[in-house]
C-alpha cells in the first residue's frame, strides 16, 4: 500500500520559514514523480512543486517560484518543500502527491493538467496545514 505522510505544518508569521516533509512508503521512491500541492480556504488546488528523477529541473509554480525549493531523499523516501520569505498567501492544506514518472513527460506538465481538473494523481497524503500570519 501506497503511502505519504505529509509533516512539518504550523503557524509561523509572515516573512517566517518553514519546512515540510513527506515521506512516501510503498512505492520505488526513484520511479515516481513527487511533490506538493496546495489548497487554501475558498481557493481551487494548486500545484506547487514537484520533482522527478526524469526531470532536468524541478517545477515550481510561478508564486513560489524563488521562495520555495523542493529537494529528494531517496535513502529516506522523503521529499521536502522549504519555504522562505512566506506570506499570508501561503496559508492553505498542503498535500503531497506521487505519480509514476513517465518518459518526456515533465513532472509540471502532470501537476499543471492535475491543477486543471484534466488530470488524476495516482497518491496523495492527508495534507499539512499551514498557516501565515501577518
Known amino acids: 500500500e501506497v503511502m505519504l505522510a505529509e509533516s512539518g505544518g504550523e503557524m509561523v508569521q509572515a516573512g517566517g520559514s518553514l519546512r515540510l516533509s513527506c515521506q512516501a512508503s510503498?512505492?520505488?521512491?526513484?520511479?515516481?514523480?513527487i511533490g506538493w500541492f496546495r489548497q487554501a480556504p475558498g481557493k481551487e488546488r494548486e500545484g506547487v512543486s514537484c520533482?522527478?528523477?526524469?526531470?532536468?529541473?524541478?517545477y515550481y509554480t510561478n508564486s513560489v517560484k524563488g521562495r520555495f525549493t523542493i529537494s529528494s531523499d531517496s535513502t529516506k523516501q522523503t521529499v521536502y518543500l522549504t519555504m522562505n520569505n512566506l506570506n499570508a498567501e501561503d496559508t492553505a492544506v498542503y498535500y503531497c502527491?506521487?505519480?509514476?514518472?513517465?518518459?518526456?513527460?515533465?513532472?509540471?506538465?502532470?501537476?499543471?493538467?492535475?491543477?486543471?481538473?484534466?488530470?488524476?494523481?495516482?497518491?496523495w497524503g492527508k495534507g499539512t496545514l499551514v498557516t501565515v500570519s501577518s
Open positions: 510503498g512505492l520505488t521512491f526513484d520511479d515516481y514523480a
Open positions: 520533482v522527478s528523477r526524469i526531470d532536468t529541473s524541478p
Open positions: 502527491a506521487a505519480e509514476p514518472s513517465y518518459r518526456d513527460v515533465p513532472c509540471g506538465r502532470t501537476w499543471h493538467a492535475t491543477e486543471i481538473g484534466s488530470y488524476t494523481m495516482s497518491y
